[in-house]
């Protein structure tokens, strides 16, 4: 008997309506009917619990299953490993968690340290911690302020959201941590200067500078961005601007940080998203990827050189990185991740994610002959479509629709996922993202069944 079937669907969405809290879900839309209760998976197919069988085109939702459902290798190391000692603080070392370092470490050129911890909020939290620890560690108290793009997300704690350029997600949440300045967004689909690519001379990327002059040099330690914005609309800047933004950085000592949470460990065709751009980042978060979202485990990962500076004064006791997460490090999160790399190194799934993210786009820009699709974007396995009232005006479609879109695709049982309370007005992008697994049909059914579902809902 599968699990789907020794389950009674009725008795579990009582009991999750009377009892389950769920996450970015107005529960009086609940009402009734409940939410969809996922059971067990396998590739990309994932089983709810009356037996209805999904194509998952989110690799869970929020684009983390990256080696698909279903990897029995991944759930026996860490069985194995949790047999053998499940965990002991990162004060320690463990046998894992070297190799993982060493392991990882050695597809980030430039980059030597691993620090773990649980989530991608986390991760960041890190990361702004050690900004803020090096003003005091280099003599400039003040240089503590955080860059960050709008649009970008970088996460759920207050530090993480106060940092993150999507309005609709802070309210209702401040005061937030000061410290935090934001930036132009890179999307070139609405240029936040009126211009176009390539006349335009990469402003976005420019305004930086002016920002930081701004602000004073001597009050700004770092800058966030994720590679290729994910959540706040699938947006992949063009090729010179991070060349642009890291010479800013550098030149007025500003420690650039990428959160690869979404994008990192193959999710756009390399193993890292700035990869694709030539440049080399001071520090890294990542989470989502890391294990597949196997285990709950997050990295930032920085240069010798950050990590070298919590060493200049072994008389200091205050000089190291005073930071525990009582997770990080974990044995057994560490041997999910060990195994999720081994998976994508062994299969060749990076060369799946560019064959089969190139198939994809083309596509999806296929789409681009109707009349409300207004952009399409994208990089690898990490896919949008932003729907539009009007081509020529740009008018976001209203969200009502959108959810519509995805809701017919779910009743056709295909998951894509949108932007979701973002940024105001504009929850208007699908998103499509599938495991690394994805084949050629998978594509064409997904395709197919949003063609379908736009022309239901869309006309
Ligand atoms: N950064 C990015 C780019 C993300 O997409 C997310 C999660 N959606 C986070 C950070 C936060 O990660 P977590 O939810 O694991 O804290």
Known sequence: ??????????AYAAADLAHVWHHLVQHQALAGKGPMIVVEGEGLTLRDINGKEYLDATSGGVWCVNVGYGRERIARAVYEQMK?????????????????AQKLLAHMPGLTRAYLSNSGSEANEKAYKMVRSLAHLSGNPAKKKILFRARDYHGTTLGALSSTGQAER?????????????????????CAFNKTYPGCDIDCARAVERIIEQEGPETVGGLIVEPITAGGGVIPPVAE????LADICRRHGVLLIMDEVVCGMGRTGTMFGYQHYGVTPDIVTMAKGVASAYMPISVTATTEEVFKAFLNDPADKMAYFRDISTYGGCAAGCSAALENMAIIEEEKLLDNVNAMGDYLLAGLKELGDLPYVGD????????????????????????????????????????????????????????????????????????????????????
């Not at 005061?175 to 300045?181: A, H, K, M, N, Q």
């Open 170 to 190: 802070k309210e209702w949440f401040g005061p937030l941590v000061p410290g935090f300045v934001e930036f132009p967004h890179a999307c070139c689909y609405r």
């Open 241 to 244: 601007y991070y060349t642009v």
């Open 84 to 100: 053998a000692m499940p965990y002991y603080a990162a004060t320690a070392g463990n046998i894992p968690y070297i190799e993982f």
């Open 376 to 459: 399409v974007r994208g990089k690898g396995l990490l896919c949008g479509i932003e729907l539009v009232q009007d081509k020529a005006g740009k008018k976001p479609m209203a969200e009502g629709k959108v959810i519509q879109v995805v809701g017919e695709m779910a009743a056709n049982a295909v998951l894509v996922g949108r932007t979701n309370r973002s940024l105001p007005g504009f929850n208007n992008i699908i998103n499509i993202a599938p495991a690394y697994v994805v084949t050629g049909d998978n594509i064409d059914v997904i395709l197919r069944t949003l063609r379908a579902a736009l022309g239901k809902v869309l006309g």
């Open 1 to 10: 008997m599968s699990p789907s079937q020794k389950h009674d669907p009725a």
